[in-house]
């Protein structure tokens, strides 16, 4: 979509929004009529039990969710329940039935079905005798079976509209618990790429910088010191345990410490060049986004030059995102070998992936993780060709909700 296009899209889109709301404003005394007013506080009530059941479901986010999903079905009294029919927590009279509770909770789970315990089969005490039946729901995942159950205390006899609400209620809460294992999962999987990513810096460059560091440590003492502070510091961010996020400012400051130990080594055959805006330094990125795009610039790109070369970092402000973008004046590659999301690159051997695969899977790393967190729209873009060099560039919004360093 070319700019205009997109900018007379936005202003129509604008246009529409202050007309309705306009409309909405001149309207409003005529839409709050009691079943309107039923829905918006339903639909107000479900997202106050969703925000602790998307924790997962445990004692604490149980108890939270409880109140709320006890008015949603009109309960007397509700109760949670575990995977195994351990009660988690009861909200409301009855607790009395809480046992009882947990037998059905039993049944449930083993057939995965509905447990109905009605008011002959009820043991009640003192203050239950009102009660009609305790209604058992299983809260289940496709491919994953149950993972918790709702049982609810009714003072009426269940009639079909009633039991239909509560399989309604339990289906929502059990969709905002596999969001929640949905988000563990994403989390775990962060986890992972970034341990894939750790694992891709270099072994050889940090033997190359031990080497270099060697070197100065009688000719240039001072030197050799500095550069050996350089190197902890490269290594304890690199290996920090804290977030899958960081700002674009500790993750520059990180990139000119490695290149401070590159630069050692290659002496004037390797030129740094950077420019960044500085309203962008605070921009929130993935962990080790740009240490694979550098690393590779500096190993694929200058270092298979005989005479060198320069690497240009650059983080732009562009309105609502900010575009970083790594440049060599190196040997280039093919852009077939750059398919993102496939690893059937060229191999150098039997079972062993060459070089320029190595760097392909730090990339594609990075491109997932970026299309992960912000979108399909900001995903990784490479220009490279054999001998042109190559340019690896990102755009990362400025603000994105939920994400933080």
């Not at 997109?6 to 009529?33: D, H």
């Not at 009605?118 to 005490?125: I, K, P, Q, S």
């Not at 560091?213 to 920090?240: C, G, H, K, M, W």
Request: with cysteine; proline share 5%.
């Amino acid at each position: 979509m070319s700019p205009t296009v997109a900018a007379l899209f936005i202003g129509i889109v604008v246009v529409l929004v202050v007309g309705l709301t306009a409309v909405w404003m001149r309207t409003r005394r005529e839409v709050t009529s009691p079943s309107e007013r039923a829905v918006h506080a339903a639909l107000h009530t479900a997202s106050l039990a969703a925000r602790p059941l998307r924790r997962g479901l445990d004692s604490e986010s149980a108890a939270e969710a409880a109140p709320h999903l006890r008015e949603l079905t009109g309960a007397r009294g509700l109760g949670i329940a575990d995977a195994t029919g351990a009660v988690l927590t009861w909200n409301g009279p009855h607790g009395t039935l809480a046992e009882q509770f947990h037998d059905a909770a039993v049944r449930a789970i083993e057939g995965e079905r509905r447990v109905l315990v009605t008011y002959a089969d009820l043991v009640r005490g003192n203050g239950d005798h009102g009660v009609r039946a305790l209604i058992v729901q299983p809260m289940v995942i496709e491919d994953t079976g149950v993972v918790g159950v709702l049982g609810v205390v009714t003072t009426e006899d269940p009639w079909p509209g009633m039991l239909g609400a509560i399989t309604d209620v339990a289906r929502y809460a059990c969709s905002q618990i596999e969001l929640a294992d949905l988000d563990a999962s994403r989390a775990r999987l962060d986890r992972a790429e970034v341990r894939a990513l750790r694992a891709q810096i270099s072994p050889h460059f940090i033997y190359n910088a031990l080497n270099t560091v060697a070197s100065f440590v009688r000719t240039d003492p001072n030197r050799a010191r500095e550069l050996i502070l350089e190197f902890a510091d490269f290594t304890r961010y690199s290996f920090r345990s804290a977030g899958e996020f960081t700002l674009l400012a500790d993750e520059l400051r990180n990139i000119d410490r490695y290149l401070t130990l590159e630069r050692a080594r290659f002496g004037d055959a390797l030129g740094v060049k950077l420019q960044v805006a500085p309203e962008v330094l605070n921009v929130v990125l993935p962990f080790l986004a740009l240490q694979p795009l550098v690393e590779n610039a500096v190993r694929h790109g200058i270092s298979g030059k005989a005479d060198g070369g320069t690497i240009s970092i650059i983080a732009a402000d562009e309105g609502p995102d900010c575009v970083i973008s790594v440049e060599d004046d190196g040997v280039g590659m093919d852009p077939d070998l750059l398919r993102f999301g496939s690893l059937d690159a060229i191999e150098s051997g039997p079972g062993r992936p060459s070089a320029r695969e190595a760097a392909h899977v730090g990339l594609a790393n990075v491109d997932d993780r970026l299309r992960a967190a912000f979108g399909n729209d900001y995903g990784l873009v490479v220009e490279t060709a054999p001998g042109a060099g190559t340019k690896v560039s990102m755009r990362v919004p400025k603000f994105k909700q939920g994400i933080h360093a």
